[in-house]
């Protein structure tokens, strides 16, 4: 590909790195100029192409300044208007130029207008185009004119097109009745003037169905082919024993619910493998995955070898550490904390106990991968909200395995559910478990929207609730931009709350707490001495204090689906009916308005975060992960969940009877993004 330095940076932005990059930088929509209507009869509200000669030009002062031409052809006028102009553009539109325009044709002041067409001077007779015009993703510096042009001469360069070259075998283009790659690859860039815009545009037509298809089926065959790699690696085999499981059980005085009956055996089966697992644990918020994830680790120190649980919060992570300790104390296994914030004498300590052994099971946050932790026998990782954390971070975690020929175990857990199609999708390097029910005896939650000008309802309500003997968290909004500024308004409510409730105990939590401090509070709440605990999104996952049934939700307007729903599981935790108050300003966004819609209506979280991944498309919705997996560029989830059902099935097909073609098609698609998929 022969251009300037300058060229190459801005194709670059693109992703354009090669003749074959340009081949699939494909258009964003069309222009039909192939056509023309005469002024009269075109349609409004849709954008036409009409042609004629300019009768008057003038330079509107009011309201404001503006170009106004007045364009006739047989059948009637137009008005051309430009809002803003070059000085320029009123001698290139004189009187008796004759123009072609195209554009969207409204109702105006004066008749029939267009504002800002695309508008070129032509020849009386002058051929039209033949096909339709592609308009492409371009970047600042980037014309239209410019790539088009190379994106041409590469499609002209019948040599250059060898590039498109199959990579599906014959059986599998019939069987899907799929359109050749080279003519879908052609058909788009270049549609006949016989051509469905509507197909096109919608990327419904065959070409656009051969495109999306063979996107995701590289996309399956990338992460099937790390999946087969994976399970190539040796893992300790932990046997299922049962002894310590069944001690814990009856400890709890509690029985598990089919859903976690089910994972626990998918997982129990999964370590006693010689390969390691990679599963995903998936339930909603108050699903019970933390006794699946204890009796997961108990299987592992059964066996001699130890486990590790990260957590993205110290609050979340000491949380972690203070339930798994009275389950696992009384059954003689030794549990240390690991943390960034510890005195370095703790820290020690936990470090020498995790070297030597002693230490069964390590819970701590990110500090659990640093350089200077090293695990006796490694055999089980378990990782908590798993998509908080980058890809490095949960490689380094599955690298602290110290047996040389070994890679332990790794279970994550997520409690935003991941809807059916993006786990088809993206998740297709693991094996997926659903806690898909609630234990029994939870209360619904009833879910309120009131704007924050009814405050004084709000105030009474929980006069109301703590007089009952129960107790209210406060949440208090996100402020992305500023830290310092969302402890400030933390501390104000804390104080105007106070006030406001002379009778009762406040409490505060936030981020820059120490984990001490936090602990002393999140403890004092959990025991009821705390009636009502103002505190930031920090109590988001994990805090569990039953007789919490009244929670308040400030600008909740700025938050995203997934953490609304999952501070609203922070009550509705025992057998008492809880309400959620969310409060909003006005005026709402169009978004905002979507998204408490969605959570005011719903509980179910997979109901949910099926709609906030409509809402947010793939990239925002997974976070983390998408450093690590080949997002996608044409392929839409929700429109093309039955491509996807067939690239799933012919990935496999591939890997087991076409392995040439399988690789050449990874290599097409993906060239080298595939590297962050053996986490």
Not at 529 to 553: C, K, R
Request: overall charge neutral.
């Amino acid at each position: 590909m022969t251009v300037s330095a300058n060229v190459q940076e801005k194709l670059s932005r693109l992703g354009i790195c090669s003749e074959l990059d340009l081949l699939l930088h494909l258009p964003i929509r069309y222009e039909d100029e192939t056509h023309l209507f005469p002024i009269s009869d075109a349609p409004s509200g849709q954008v036409v192409q009409v042609e004629g000669v300019i009768i008057h030009t003038e330079v509107v002062i009011r309201p404001r300044r503006q170009l106004v031409c007045q364009v006739e052809d047989n059948s009637g006028i137009l008005v051309m208007r430009f809002l803003n102009f070059y000085g320029s553009q009123i001698k290139t539109y004189a009187v008796g130029k004759r123009v072609r325009l195209l554009g969207e044709i409204r109702s105006g002041f004066f008749g029939a207008e267009m504002v800002h067409p695309k508008c070129r001077i032509v020849r009386e007779g002058e051929s039209l185009a033949e096909s339709m015009t592609p308009i492409y993703p371009i970047t600042a510096g980037l014309t239209q004119k410019i790539l088009g042009k190379l994106i041409g001469k590469v499609l002209q360069d019948v040599q250059k097109t060898q590039a498109l070259t199959e990579t599906l075998p014959e059986k599998i283009i019939q069987k899907h009745r799929l359109t050749g790659l080279k003519e879908s690859v052609m058909c788009l860039h270049n549609p006949p003037p016989d051509v469905s815009v509507e197909a096109l545009q919608a990327r419904t037509h065959p070409a656009w169905r051969r495109i999306k298809f063979d996107e995701l089926l590289a996309q399956q065959l990338s992460m099937r082919l790390h999946y087969r790699q994976r399970r190539s690696h040796s893992a300790p085999v932990l046997m299922q024993k049962h002894k310590l499981e069944k001690l814990l059980l009856k400890q709890l005085g509690f029985e598990l619910t089919t859903a976690q009956i089910k994972v626990s055996v998918e997982i129990s089966r999964d370590l006693a493998a010689a390969h390691p697992m990679q599963r995903l644990l998936q339930g909603d918020v108050g699903s019970g995955k933390t006794i699946v994830a204890a009796l997961a680790a108990l299987q592992a120190i059964e066996n001699g070898f130890q486990a590790a649980l990260m957590a993205p919060t110290e609050i979340l992570a000491e949380q972690h550490f203070q339930k798994l300790s009275a389950w696992f104390n009384p059954l003689g296994i030794r549990v240390v904390w690991l943390s960034g914030s510890q005195k370095k004498k703790q820290k020690q300590a936990a470090l020498d106990d995790i070297a030597l052994g002693t230490a069964q099971l390590a819970v701590g946050t990110h500090a659990l991968f640093q350089d200077q932790v090293t695990f006796h026998q490694l055999g089980l990782a378990i990782i908590d909200e798993q998509h908080r954390f980058g890809v490095h971070q949960r490689l380094a975690l599955r690298m602290k395995g110290s047996l040389s020929n070994t890679v332990p175990h790794q279970l994550m857990m997520s409690a935003t559910p991941i809807p059916r199609t993006l786990s088809m999708s993206y998740f297709a390097d693991l094996d997926v478990s659903v806690i898909d029910e609630l234990p029994p005896g939870r209360a619904p939650i009833v879910t309120k929207l009131i704007a924050d000008n009814r405050r004084d309802e709000i105030i009474a309500r929980i006069q109301h609730a703590c007089q009952q003997g129960k107790q209210v968290y406060w949440v208090c909004p996100l402020i992305e931009e500023s830290e310092t500024l969302q402890l400030q308004t933390a501390m104000e409510t804390y104080e105007s709350l106070s006030k406001e409730f002379p009778d009762l105990s406040v409490g505060l939590v936030h981020g820059r707490l120490s984990t001490q401090e936090k602990t002393t509070v999140m403890a004092s709440f959990k025991r009821g001495e705390i009636q009502l605990l103002v505190a930031t999104t920090v109590i988001e996952v994990g805090v569990d204090v039953p007789n919490a049934s009244l929670m308040v939700i400030e600008n909740a307007e700025r938050m995203g689906l997934s953490q609304l729903h999952q501070l609203r599981g922070r009550v509705g935790r025992g057998s008492e009916a809880s309400i959620c108050i969310l409060l909003f300003q006005q005026p709402l966004s169009e978004i905002a308005r979507k998204r408490l819609k969605i959570i005011f209506e719903h509980t179910d979280g997979f109901e949910i975060a099926r709609q906030d991944l409509q809402l947010r498309g793939p990239g925002e919705f997974l976070g983390a992960r998408q450093s690590g997996v080949p997002m996608l560029r044409f392929a839409d989830l929700e429109q093309d969940g039955e491509l996807l059902l067939a690239a799933q099935a012919t990935a496999d097909e591939m890997l087991n009877n076409y392995v040439e073609f399988a690789q050449r098609h990874i290599a097409r698609w993906l060239g080298d993004k595939t590297e962050y998929l053996r986490v």
